[in-house]
């Protein structure tokens, strides 16, 4: 019996993790189509395509799928004009959260969102109510093998950015929005193709946190990820990497 509840609980979660990977794809493939109707469908020219491919590559979207999403914008079709809203409010313990948003009907958008902020025991906000408490950023990622620490800050400073940060992980490079473009093409002239490229919400201000807020925000983040009108969930929350493994584990 033990094994097979083990079973049964890994085909569970497998199913969601598959049902996950459809609905990013879904939001992935809708972000190119907006960005090809908006700024053309050459990712050389038009950064925001360029980014969201990156963000297809990262998540392994196979190039049919992104080759359908840019050929939709191209094509033209009826019923995918989307606009883009960005949501801002307070999740527990007075965290801030900026959800952006594609939406082809507002008032369903903006009811389904107020909703799951009252239900995860918060609360949506009017417009700049958290947004002064983070900076509009372009991000760029590399791998931590592409270059020493070093390297990397000192091809990012050369190419404009405002900062590298070196992590466990990966390089993180931030700059100005209006020179994503131009950072992140002179940094692949010496490194190769970025593991990342976008413009992301980086906290200028941080809310720590206790376990059980932490454990209500992260049901209200997942819950408004799951909404498919939801493209990006965004928070100044920190909690001890104790608490954090311990409920990522639960």
């Given at each position: 019996?033990?094994g097979?509840?083990?079973y049964?609980?890994?085909?569970?979660?497998?199913?969601?993790q598959?049902?996950?990977?459809a609905?990013?794809?879904?939001?992935?493939?809708r972000?190119?189509t907006?960005?090809?109707?908006?700024?053309?469908?050459?990712?050389?020219g038009?950064?925001?395509?360029r980014a969201?491919i990156?963000?297809?590559r990262?998540e392994?979207?196979?190039?049919?799928?992104?080759?359908?999403?840019?050929?939709?914008?191209?094509?033209?079709?009826?019923?995918?004009?989307?606009?883009a809203?960005?949501?801002?409010g307070?999740?527990?313990?007075?965290?801030a959260?900026?959800?952006?948003?594609?939406?082809?009907?507002r008032?369903?958008?903006?009811?389904?969102?107020?909703?799951?902020f009252?239900?995860?025991?918060?609360?949506?906000g009017?417009?700049?109510?958290v947004?002064?408490?983070?900076?509009?950023?372009?991000?760029?990622t590399?791998?931590?093998?592409?270059a020493?620490?070093?390297?990397?800050?000192?091809?990012a400073?050369e190419?404009?950015?405002e900062n590298c940060?070196?992590?466990?992980?990966f390089h993180?490079?931030?700059?100005?929005?209006?020179d994503?473009?131009?950072?992140?093409?002179a940094?692949?002239?010496k490194?190769?193709e970025?593991?990342?490229?976008?413009?992301?919400?980086?906290?200028n201000?941080?809310a720590?946190?206790?376990?059980?807020q932490?454990?209500?925000?992260?049901k209200?983040?997942?819950t408004?990820?799951?909404?498919?009108?939801?493209?990006?969930?965004?928070?100044?929350?920190?909690?001890s990497?104790e608490i954090m493994?311990?409920l990522?584990?639960?």
């Amino acid at each position: 019996m033990a094994g097979h509840s083990q079973y049964s609980n890994i085909m569970h979660r497998k199913g969601r993790q598959d049902a996950k990977r459809a609905k990013v794809f879904s939001k992935i493939g809708r972000e190119i189509t907006v960005a090809a109707k908006l700024g053309g469908a050459d990712p050389g020219g038009n950064p925001r395509l360029r980014a969201a491919i990156l963000w297809a590559r990262e998540e392994s979207m196979p190039n049919d799928r992104i080759k359908k999403a840019i050929d939709t914008a191209i094509g033209g079709a009826a019923g995918d004009d989307y606009e883009a809203i960005t949501y801002e409010g307070y999740g527990p313990g007075g965290v801030a959260v900026i959800v952006e948003s594609l939406t082809n009907n507002r008032n369903r958008t903006a009811g389904e969102v107020r909703s799951t902020f009252s239900k995860h025991g918060g609360n949506l906000g009017e417009t700049n109510s958290v947004s002064f408490m983070f900076d509009r950023v372009g991000l760029i990622t590399y791998p931590l093998a592409k270059a020493s620490a070093d390297a990397m800050f000192e091809a990012a400073v050369e190419s404009g950015a405002e900062n590298c940060e070196t992590g466990d992980e990966f390089h993180e490079i931030t700059c100005r929005p209006d020179d994503l473009a131009a950072v992140r093409d002179a940094l692949e002239e010496k490194f190769g193709e970025a593991t990342k490229a976008a413009f992301v919400w980086k906290p200028n201000v941080m809310a720590e946190v206790n376990e059980d807020q932490a454990q209500s925000l992260l049901k209200l983040i997942d819950t408004l990820e799951d909404n498919d009108d939801v493209q990006t969930v965004t928070t100044n929350f920190e909690v001890s990497e104790e608490i954090m493994e311990k409920l990522l584990a639960s």
